[in-house]
Structure formats: C-alpha cells, structure tokens
C-alpha cells in the first residue's frame, strides 16, 4: 500500500538486497569460482626490492619447464602507461626497468595448474641493480632524495594548492587560534574476495577479461590505454562482486593485463587469482596523511579562517591520487561555513605500495583532523562541542566561497537529533572516570563529475509478463544499487521490485557508467533508471490513453494496473498492456535514459568549483569506557543522526551506515599496516592484519534519518552510507579524550597510547 | 568509398562474416564446450515404444547408484503442456502416463559424469503397456486408428481449409486440366552441432538455462510455460548456434526442462548434450507431405484454377505444424497469379518422432508438387517450361485472392535471366541422351508476423572511440546477422562494419525478438538496427548542429567523420563528437529502435491476409547427367537468378544461396530417414543417414542477382537465401524427368528409381 504521507509505493520500505540468499546459500559464483574450458592459470612475479633498477629478466628456464605455457614481462607490452588523469599515468601493465615497492609485478607466468605456475615464477631470473629507496613523505620531498619517477621533482605525485577569501585577515580578526598535526596510517580495506580475472584474447584480437571489478568501465579504460588498443576491442565482463571491496577494485591491475596477454600467447583463457597475501602487500592501500591544521574563531565559536597543510603518503604510483589530494580539502569545507580557506596539500611518492581510494577516500582522515581541533577550540572556550558545531554548521542555500552550493542541508537538525539520542546533556562531563563522549559532524557528496565520462544511464526492456530487465551501468559492490535502482522503475512504472532484474555490466551490452566511486551510484544511476523507465512509461502510456480514450495525465500505474483517475473501472493488468502493446501493436518497450549532475566539471588543483549537485550530512556521537589497566577501548553505544535525503531503503541505509562506521573503528583503534626499514610488509595476513570482527562492534548503534527529500536526487535520496565514514574516526577519538582527559593526534589509538596517556595523567 | 551508383558505403559490400575466424580456428565455444563450476551431467531416458501407456517408473534403484545425483519423471513437473499455438500445446516436459514414439523422454538423471549418468539410466524400471500404434497419416486418419490425444479425433493435429474465387467454374473454364499426387519424404536437419544446454535454478527460484536456440526467445516462452513460471523467472543465454541447424533449435526440449529440473532437485548447474543418435532419433524432421494437386489453364497455359489436398504427417507432436499446414498452401500461391484456388490440408499425429520447421519451411514440398505438374501441362501444351511460368508469373503491384500484396516483384526478370545464364533455349530438348534440363521458380516471403510476438528490436550504444555496441534480439545460426546488422548500423551513423560489435542473446539483457525464423532477420531486426542507429544519429547529430552551428540535415556521416554539407572545412571525427558529448555534455549515446511489418497477423486457419511485407523471386535452372548403369544422377550445372531485393552483403547471400541449393541435392536425391514397422529409425548416425557431402554439389552454381531495392526493407533488401531452398526439388526433378523422359512424383529420386525408370522405357 502506498504511504499516506509520500504517496509512494515502493520508495522507502526495507526490500531485502536482491542478491542477499544467493550470497548467503554460497551459490552466488565470484570470479575465483569461474572455469572457462582450456583456462590456464598464471601467478605474477613480484618485486622483492622497494627501488631497483632491473638489469635483465632470464626466463628461458621458466619457459622450458613442462607445464608452463608462457611468460612474459613488461616487454610483452608497448611500454604505455596508464592511469586515471592525463598527468599521473604512472603505472605499467608490468615493469619495465625499474621497480619501487616490494610486491611490484615484474614478471607473468602461465601454466596448467597454480602449483606450476609458481613453479615457474621460481625459474624466472630477474637481475637487479638496487636504488636508494625513501619511505617517509616528508624525507621523500627532500632535496637529494632519491627521486621515483625522473619527471617529478621531490617527488611530489600530485598537489592541490588554493585559497579563498582572506586567511591573514580572518586570523587576525579571530579571538582563538589553534593549530595542531594529525596523523593517520596506511589501512588496507579488508575486502575477503582477492582480486581475480579471467582473460582471453581471440584470433579476432577481441580481449575479454572477466574480473571482480568495482568500476568496470574505469578498469577498460585502463586496459585498453595500456595495451594500445580502443577501448571497444575489450569487452569487460563484471562477476559478482565481493563485499567489503569499498574503493579497491576501481583499477586496471598488472594481474588483468598479465591475464589478456598471456592469453594471446597460449590462445588459452588465464585465470589469475591473488592470493590474501598478495592484496596486502600490494595496494591499493588508504592514504596516510600527516595535515597541519590551523583554525581560527571569534568569541562565540565561530570559524573565521582554516589553513591546512596536508602531506600524503602516496607510495610508488599515483592511482587516483590527483584526486585524493584535492578530496582532503573539499571534505575539509563541507560541514561549516568558513569564510576564508587554505590548503596546501601534496601527495607524495614513497617507495611503499601505492595508495587510493577507500570508503570515505580521505574524508575521514580530514574529519580526524578538523572535528579533533575543533574539539580542542571548544574545550578552550568552554563551549559545548555539539553547541560549536551547530554554530558553525552550513544552512540550506549556503554558497561556500569555495563554489560548493548547498541545496537542502539538515546539519543542524542531525546535531540536534544526536544531542537528543545519546543523552549528551546528561553525558557530557557527567560520567565516570575512564568513560567519555564525543561526536563529530560532517558533510559528504552525492557524486561528483570528476572524471571525464561521469554520466550513468541506464536501458531497460518491459517483458510481457509484466516485468522490466533493467541494465544499467552501475556496480553493485554490496551497496544495494541492485535493489534500489529496480526499486526506482517499480515506483515510476506502479510494479513491484522483485518484478525488476538487474543485471551485471557486460561492456558489450550494457550502457555505459561513470562508475562506482564518489557515494554516486543511487543518484546518478538512480536518476538514470528513473528516467529510462519515465521512457519506458510515456510508450505505454501512448496506448493505454488510446485504449482507454483518455489523456496519458490521467493514467496511474500503480499496484500492477494501469489505471484511469477518477475512474476505477478502467483498468488493466500492466502485464496485459504490455502484451497489448506486444502483440496488437507491435511493439517493443525499451525505455532508456541517462544522467549527470548540473555541476560542470571541477578544476581539483584549483579547488573550484560545485562539487556535487547534493551534499548529505551526519552527526555522531560515540561514547567508550577505557580499560585503565590495559588500555582497552570498549565503544559502547554510537548514535548517528544523518540528512541523507529520502532514504529510499531503510534497511540498505541502516547497513552501509552500520558498515561504515565498525568498518573505521579498526583504523581509529587498531588496525594498520606494519613494515620495516627496508619496505617489508609484516602483516600480509588477516591473522596478524587486525579488522574490526565481532568482537570490536559497538555496544549499540542508534540510527535517524531527517528524511529531507532532496530535490534533484531520485525520488529525493541523496549519499546515504559512504558518508558514515568520515566521522567514525573524531568521534571515537573524542570521547577517548573524553574519557582519559588527553587529546589523540595519531592513529590508531591502540592501548599503549591510551595507557601512556592514562600513566601520564596519573603520573 | 561510396557506390557511385548507390550513395552507400558500407551496404552491398562483401564484407566476410564476423565469427568466421574463430570458428575456423576452432576459438568459439558452443555449448557444448561450456563448463561451469559444480557442474552435473544429464541424461535422458528415452521410450522404446512407439505407442504405450506408463503404469510406473521405478527410479529407487537409480537414486540408490553412487554418482547419481537425482532422478526426475514427468511428475516433477506441473503437468502443464507447451507448444507454439494454443490449440496444439501437447507437449510435456517428460512423458506423464504415455508415450507416443520411441524416442520420447520419459526421465532424466543427473550425474558426476556422463558414464554415471548412462548407468543410472539402466537402473530405472518403467512398466509400459504397449499400445496400438499407427504409423501412417492417411492410415492415422481413419475412423478406428488409435488415437494418440483423445481430444484429436482422426488424428489430426491440424487443419487448414480454404478456397479463394470460384474453382469449380475455373476448372470449367479450363482448356487442360492435370491431377497427380507428389510425395516427399522425412529428413533431417543434419545439425553437426547436437541439442547442448546448461540449465541451473538458484535458491531464489530464478532459472538459467544456457543453449544453443535459434529463437532464444520462443524457448524462453515455451520452458516458462511446461514449467508454469512467468518468463521472467528464466534468464535464456545463448550460445554460438552451430550452422546448420535450419530450424532445428526453434523449441524448448524436454532436455532444457530436464536440466533445470534436475539443477533444482541438486542445487548444481546440470548439463545435457544430446548424442547424434538422439538428433536423428527424436524431432524435429521435415514434414513428409502426400500432395494431391489439380491444376487447370487454359491454351496460353495461364492458370484458371488449382485445388490442393495436402497431408502431412506430423509425427507424435503438433510443433510448429499447425502453421506447416499453411505453409504448403501460402507458398503454392506465391509466385504465379492464380485467380481461383482451394486448399484442404490436414496434418496429422502418427507414432513417430515429431516434424518441425527446416529450412523452406514447406516450400520445398509444394514447389515439387506444383513446379512439377507444371512441367507436366507444358508439356502437354508444347509449351517450354520457362515461357509457361513466365506467362503465369506474378507482377509488381499484383494483388492475390488470398491478400497477398505484391510490392516489388523481379520474377519474370529471374526467368529471364535463368534462361540466359543456363544457356536454356540452346540446351532445351538439344543435350545428348541421358542428360536434362530443369527449371523451378517459387516466390518466398521477407518474414510474416505469424506469432503473437513478432516485431524484432535493437539497442545499442556508442562507445568513446567511435565505435557502437550492438543489441539485436535476433540470433546469428550461420546467416549472417551477426555481420549484416552491425554493416547496417555502419552505414546509417558512416562508420565501418568491424566497428559495430554483435552480441550473443541473454534475456536478461538484449532486447526482445520474434525470432529466427520465416526468414525475418534481415528484414525485421535490420529494420530495428537500422531504427536505433538512427536515433542515436539524431541525438548526436544535435549535439553536432550546434557545435558547428549548422542544420541537422545540413551534417554528413560518413567515413567515421562527421561533417557539414558544403562545407568540407567543417568537419570532426566521429569518435570525437561521440566523446564530446559524454564529456563535454554529460550525455551518453543510446539508440533503440524496433520493428514490425505493416501486415497484420494472419489467420492461418482460413488462409486470408497478407503473409509478408515484401516477397523475394527465384527462378532456377539444373542441368544433369543420368548414369543409366547405376542409375547415379550428377548435378552438373545449376543456375539461379534472384529478386531478393538489395543485397546487403553478396558474399553472405551467395553462401546462403548455395547451401540452400546443396542441403536440398541431398531431399532430392537420397536423403530420408528409414524406420521399420514398428516405428524404429534405422539410420541414427552421419554413417547410415546419408547427408550431401563435397562429391554431391554441382558441378558449378552461377547465382545472379536482380538488385532491385525493395521500399520497406532495410536499405533495399528483402528475403535472400532460405527461399532458395524452395526450386531445388523441382529443379532437379524435372532435369532428371527430362533426362530420362519419365517423371518422378516421389522424393527421393534414388538410383534404383531412375534405374526402374530408364529399364521401363527401355523395355
């Protein structure tokens, strides 16, 4: 039945995630599960040097060895590199003369089975000269350090550098200044599936490369740029993809073009699959970031100017990085309204396994950052952190000098809500020793247009049953786009969604997408199935006005009928007016539709520009007891008010906010790559890699939604759950200041620190 | 570059066929070189009987066989029957309580393997009481014959009965009248590619079934109704269709219900390929036909009146036969102009494996009846052969009692031309003793709208290098549409054919589709392409306009650029416009179009309508030598010349039209299936059922093509290649009566015949 209040049928209700039993029964086929007939299997040689020049690979032992069909080296290709943005293509399908982190690929083997496979990698010879290697980023920028790359001078991958306003003036015009650095680690997103693909090069020099791939059109892309050939000679083939892979699978790999080109010299499939080591040795890794940061307030709180000086570690290739640099701004001036602004960020090339995007991709570091001294400030003026926030918080209609144009904006409201769920006036210096509380805010983005093909669309076919077979551009990567977008055709066409299937990206078939990446896919790809069936609906309105003799506005759809207003009696079965349309008139009904938001393209070195047609916003509050024996965090409640727009399902909402908050719990507490002096990577397991498990989860989590329909987002949702994200990290650092009176500038906050605070206090 | 004569560029050009090269090579996988991981193997249980009634089936001890994973009967399924037409749905997933031929499915088994599987099946007891069974149509037909559905009296699985203008009073008006009955035989298509399929039912009850169909979407259809699904429920992907299969893979098979069956009772993807000797065993033949024929005209040998009386026997099930029985008559009244005429057909179930559709589709057994008397009244009139067809011969514009429409019409032009080509008025009555000349000419139809869903439709998208994605729901069996789709796109956006990829059917993806049948593809689904490549013209073309603030119409496509009229400085790549609008406009590049022929549907019951929008015209001539030791007959010459309306792609036609003519040497000459009398088919193998091989072709084929473009077909084209198929029999047939001066009536014309004939003369 539809919603008194909203009208709406289908929007809004809790429909189970349409791949949820076949994933849970084990029957859902991942691309490790796959057998092509005459598939080999290849294994990459990697790097066991952080910086080297390679002098010479000898695999004519490898390739004599009965079982291996082929090997090859980045000779095998035409030497072009790839990337995301025309000034930091910096990767190679393989090496070519030089490596720079350990686990960088050198080598491919393929063979009839794994066993020989490695077997074969252990004949190859490789010939290294060793390079001076650099690991720090600030070392790295360093005159006389060694360089990565020839053409990047203090090796300096890419920088973002802007101002807006006056920030000497707002300075001076402030009553508090405060300026801290914080720093965060390297995690790695903990994605159970490994990377696997599947490729084939026919006689035709048609490629096929079936692979987990997060943004399948950004990964043909790449492959098509590193192996030279136009993009339609590939045809990307997307599996299922495992959950948890959250930013990690954007990328052409070496693995996918070791796949299609040991494939062109067997005339054999090759299927490689990385083993867990391999992905956590490898990349993409979250960056860390060292940002200085320096805020200003007047008397009440609030904010008159912000400098930032971000320095990333971006390890040994740029991957999305030109973005990244930029990201640390913008999710620096997306909650408050700040008048003048600065940042100077740069990402920086170390010789570590390369850095990208990871759920939230830079936003929490940034709210780390921002919400802890933001902490600091109000602590010094005596103000309450939740009063401060809202002070400051952006209002509907707010054009930040930066060019962000905020539409609808519920900040306000979600500190309010948060303030209200957890308590906080009962709470806040109120418990006892060793429990504390804290909350941060933020602001995120519903997509943005960064890339240059940034559009999503979507085609769909109306079955003579009754149902509609949706394809559209969109990846689904646990999210829920492949129950939400045949939720958005239900809606406009008056069906149900189980009568909507939703089909994964064929390059051949289906249409094109910008991708999976910047919380975009409900309002850019939602907007497009929206569309596509609006296509879908006027074609079947055409006849149904005819059938009926009445004007198309005075049809519903609804309930499965196709309805006249006002006249019950005129009615039929959608099912029958779609055969009608089949069989009597002869037509076909394929509604199609794209979208892309009214946000022009933006210039993320200068920093202008809209950032997104919508911007959601949360507020959290967190609450832990500490162990002052072990210095254990114990977080026992989290509360979460958000403005994530109409909330299209709740039930989906409810876990992406879920996951995304646990998921950055390990990173605020415990987790993070270990490695040596040499670039060695020590945790390469999830045995000695710590994720947040069971046992890690909050005691509770109290979610809101404001639902503030949006109203350039389908059916009025905006970015709901990659959001999440940003604030885990402040507000659990805040309340464990809370609780132990002792600001935390560095991740994780793992019990040695904890205990050293405590001991420190008590000393 | 362009035709000078045509303006087109890609059209008419013999561009070689997009999967030549990997199916030569050996790369392309069929269905039965699919694996999927987990995979069962099936095989069917198969009645020995030709006629029998189940008491029961015992399968415990099959189950109980270590390796067997399941075992399934008819009760494993709702009972419900499926077909083509609503009065002759008779067919069952797996037999219920009777079966009706031998051969017919009765269980099925799921193993590790093959081996497994076939053991298993000799573990299943089924009790049968034999029932009376009757072989014979006429016989079948009888009062007291066994009937083989109660609620078919006489057997008659369908009729069509109809009379156009006044037959009696053309007979009366006639100078010469002739009355012979003509018989042809059961063949086989001679697939060398076997029935495959991969059937898998998920936990969430949707059905995937991976086969090798020629109309995906007509067993999609069929499988959801035997299993009482909606269609939706069932994701039909097909795989490459091994040519030659001639419409021998229209149907859902007991083996596609039998292996999602047995996927559901296992929880595993179950495959089943079917042996040769199954194909030969089981259905679809050719209908054998007994057509009586009363042809009357007058001096000038113009036809005043033809009745027909035609039965065809059908075998144990209805298939598609209830349109076979039209058939005969529509095609008996399409290449002549026949003011009066009568049709009484009946077709009729015997115990036998079932007929279908092949190739000509029963043009080939009325073209031998009728091309046949009409040899026999020239004859007696002193008239040659070709004048008497050419005096008969339909026109443009000609209008047939029975609603046919005539468009454009090149049959008298063909004759001509055959005349010329075989050299006809030199040889006629002139070659030495034991050597003859024949001609057949047959009108045949561009498609028809017979089944209720019948418009063909296309999607597809423009990629960023220029190139276009193609979406057709028709299926490639060897035609060519993989080849002349994508030329037809190439053509409308000016770009090349190996621009524009093809894609397999997925039902969950490509757009819906009538089918591949009655020649349609062409005309129907190039008719939608071209559609789709036009709308995805004018949405680039808009953007192009106003780049170079110009006219829509005033812009040129054409080779891969696009340009102003006049205007040769005005120009851009066309890959540069289509990345212009994704990046610069956020759009992306969909087109979708679909088609059906403004001709109705027809009642084939009663005979009346129009059966296509566009008929196609062949006259051919065939020259022969009789070895009147072994009673050998040699094709040594054959000559065809053909009204198929622009030929969109020589080469492809020229291969059409050629296998069409050789598949047909073999119904001539010696092919036929030989059971004995208790129903059982002796030659189940390539060894034992004799098909044309290289030593049958003729000695040369000289094809000639009007090239007369057709205004409803897609740039000109109409119908090419099947229809070929309808001459051979009588081409043939009446070159050998006129070798040996005696005519032959009955299909094939083997040695011994020719042998009886050549003595009796002799004698």
Redesign the interface.
Known sequence: MADQATGLNVIGKPYPK?DA??KV?G?C?FAA?????GMLHGKMLRSPHAHARILGIDTSRAERLPGVKAVITGKDFPGITYGNFIHTRDYLPLALDRVRYIGEEVAAVAAIDEDMAYEGLDLIEVEYEPLRAVFGPEEAMKEGAPLLYDDKPNNISSKSEWAFGDVEKGFEASYLIKEETFETQAIKHGMLETHTCIGYW???DRITLEACKQSPYTAWRQL?MGLGV???KIRMKQTFVGAGNSGGKQEALPMDFAAVMLSKKT?RPVKISHTMEEVLLMGHMRHPYKIRLKLGVDKEGLIQALDCFAIADGGAHSSIGQLSIYLISAFMMMAYKIPNARYRGYRVYTNKSFCGALRGHCAPQINFALEGLMDEIAQELGMDPLDIRKRNAMTPGYEAPNGFKITTCGLREALDKAREMSGWDEKRGKLPKYRGIGVASTGFISGS?IM????C?A?L?V???G?V?L?S?ATDVGQGCDTVLPMIVAEVLGIEPD?V?F?LI???????DGGTWSSRVTFYAGNAAKMAALDAKRQLGRVAAEVFDVKEEDLIFKHRQVSVKNDPEQSMDFARLV?YC??RK???I?G?G?Y??PVGNLDFSKGTGNFSAAYSYYAQVCEVEVDPETGLVDICNMWMAHDGGRELNPMLVRGQLIGSTVMHVGQALFEQLIRDEKGNTFNTSFRDYKMPTFKDIPGSQELFSLEIPDPEGPFGAKEAGEGASAPVLASIANAVSDAVGTRFRRLPIIPEEVLKAIKGKSR
Chains 1, 2 share one sequence.
């Open positions: 349409k039993r076949i029964t029957e086929k599960d796959l057998v092509v007939p026919d006689a035709t098509a136009p993009p339609s005339g247009n240059g093909m940034s559009a669309s085609m076919k079955l003579e049953d149902t077979a394809q551009g009568d299937s089909a064929d390059s051949d078939l289906t249409p094109m055969r089949q069989n002869g037509m076909t394929m199609r794209y892309n938001a």
